[in-house]
């Protein structure tokens, strides 16, 4: 074995391949046969999207559960421990398997790199095998055609929203966005898109290939209905369902594509009534409109592009909040930061713009910059002195918002249990 630690893996990984993002599946597809020649033998349900895609497996993950199924989820990126990245039966995978996956990985690639992304996809599969999960649910890592989860044929596939990000890689426009994320359906296979406008390319590639396309609002509808929501979809129908775990209107999208999903494949993956409920209030994924309460609330959202933005801003909007708003956010170089203040003017009282470290990011200068030019009242300091110094200025009745990135959110997470100069004791709600 290379190594025997986790962190020392990790950061070879980091190293080992010249270029951090290298689509395409012929490298870790030949390391992926060579470790497993058979296909991979559980149900495999692929989620894709440009947001909205972790809630999903949070909804699946935690439905297939309540039904009694073994399940391997396997999500990116982590918050606070790459561990949470590959999660059997809700329990996040230690750091001894890991090692012995990567081992196992290192000796089956032998001179072909690999990419920090591919060793995560390759070492959750084969974890998955060793475990003899039921299930495995993959979030895509980027795009979908050419992403490393891509290499496994998925029984169902959902495509969450496709909205702009990451245009370098996968095109300036909604079509060629749409293409991409469509290359993880299957022929004759499930294909759910959840987007309520989806691309005419991802439509045409689904017919293309004979795809099974169910799209929401044409083959599904769901309608919030005070304190529950339904459900329907042909003869299935679900009345009085709990409001989902994760916050925000939403959420409620992203919990009717799962049932879709599950729906689809009711004759080969029966899923019973009873745990459609259980799962959906059960469903975790910190970082996500992840409410901190007290008498300054927090607010955690990833939020890093405008279509992510715009859903933070409505549900900061249908929140009552007696005071003022503040706002953290950094946000990494390749981010829409004019569309993501755009999304978010009128709802934010006071910024404070922060730096992210690495060859990805934003200098809070740069952030503070953009703000300013557009009357918003903006400081610039560090994550944590940031939270410090906000946190002190709030009032009671306010409440301070952190956004733009996992790297801004992490940090303020890595802070509990929180010290004197936050809300005290904190508690997580998803």
Known sequence: MRFTKLDDWLRWQETL?????????????????????????????????????????????????????????????????????????GVAADEAMLCWAFARIDAARGDLSLTYFEFGTLAALELFREARVDVAVLEVGLGGRLDAVNIVDADAALVASVALDHTDWLGGDRDSIGYEKAGIYRPDRPAICADPDPPLRLVEYAASIHARLLCVNRDYQFARTDATWRWQSGDWRFDALPLPALAGDHQLG???????????????????????????????????????????????????????????????????????????????ADKDAQGIIAALTGVIHRWYAVTLDGQRGRTGAELAALLRATGACVETAGIQEACRVVQTAASPGDRIVVLGSFHTVAPVLALQPWGSNFPSPPSREA
């Open 17 to 89: 391949h010249p270029r951090a993002i290298d689509l395409g599946l012929e490298r870790v597809r030949t390391v992926w046969r060579r470790l497993q020649p058979e296909p991979l033998s559980p149900m495999v349900i692929t989620v894709g999207g440009t947001n909205g895609k972790g809630s999903c497996v949070a909804f699946l993950d935690a439905i297939l559960r309540a039904a009694g199924y073994q399940v391997g989820a396997y999500t990116s990126p982590h918050l606070l421990r790459y561990n949470e990245r590959i999660r059997i039966h």
């Open 254 to 332: 992203n919990a009717a594509a799962a049932l879709m999903t599950l729906i689809s494949l009711q004759d080969r993956l029966p899923v019973s009534p009873e745990a459609i409920p259980t799962g959906l209030i059960n469903a975790k994924l910190p970082g996500r409109f992840q409410i901190i309460p007290g008498p300054v609330e927090w607010i955690l959202d990833v939020a890093h592009n405008p279509h992510a933005a715009a859903a933070l801003a409505d549900q900061l909007r249908g929140r009552l909040c007696a005071g003022r708003t503040w706002a953290i956010m950094g946000l990494l």
